[in-house]
């Protein structure tokens, strides 16, 4: 698939979805009854698979822009949780200006979209916490970090790691606990009726990313202090 075909396919379900409410808006005006309806659910996968095709050919773009030749896993390690906040934080985006539009303009509001952007920033945040943790972006005191030598700087950011690894395996741990029982009383949602684990596994998923990234953290910086090179800075809050 190329860019532009993801872009097409993009634009083409926007309007497919913009079609149906103006129609869906006349025949609630008019006391018409459709032949099909959508629903909630339809509205919701309509607008979610169009943002993941306008999310793909982004990422399409950026892949053909990249000189350097990778395979598809170094792709997705570097990133994975990029196109995964890209998706969700167009996705909320998205949802937010056309109910705004739906609301005030057309006066048509959707029962959906407010469950829905609220869900997918549950989502963003823990893929963020994630990608922080790969990108050392995290929020930390780095006092310490600036006033000692390049090998002990090495074993602190271990220990971090190490501490960050302990915190997302108990995380996990009790966070399926609530999945198992969403999973066995079968929870739904107000508007969607859809199971809440599919939602409530923001938190495992997001906690075993952090897992992934703390392994990697912890082998590179390993890997670093045995060759004798300075650990991975990561991103400072405030320059000197």
Known sequence: MTSRLAFRISAALATIYVLWVLLSLLAQRTGVA????????GEFLLVLVA?????????????????????????LDDNAERYA???????????????????????YSSAWSQETAQYLFIYLRYIGAAYAV???????????????????????????????????????YWSMHTVQQLLHFGGTTPVLRVNKTWFEAAVPIGFALVVVRCLQAIWRDVNDIKNGREVFAGKAMFDE
């Open 51 to 75: 943002t993941a095709f306008f999310v793909a050919g982004l990422a399409l773009n950026e892949l053909k822009a990249s000189a350097a030749a990778r395979s598809v896993w170094q792709v």
């Open 34 to 41: 459709l032949p099909f309806r959508l629903g909630d659910v």
């Open 134 to 172: 790969k990108e050392r972006a995290h929020i930390r005191f780095d006092i310490l970090l600036l006033r000692v030598s390049p090998r002990v700087k090495g074993y602190l950011n271990v220990f971090a790691e190490l501490a960050t690894l302990l915190f997302a395996v108990i995380a996990i």
């Open 85 to 107: 906040m890209l998706l969700a934080y167009v996705f909320v985006c998205i949802v937010i200006v056309q109910e705004v539009i739906r609301r005030f303009a057309l006066n």
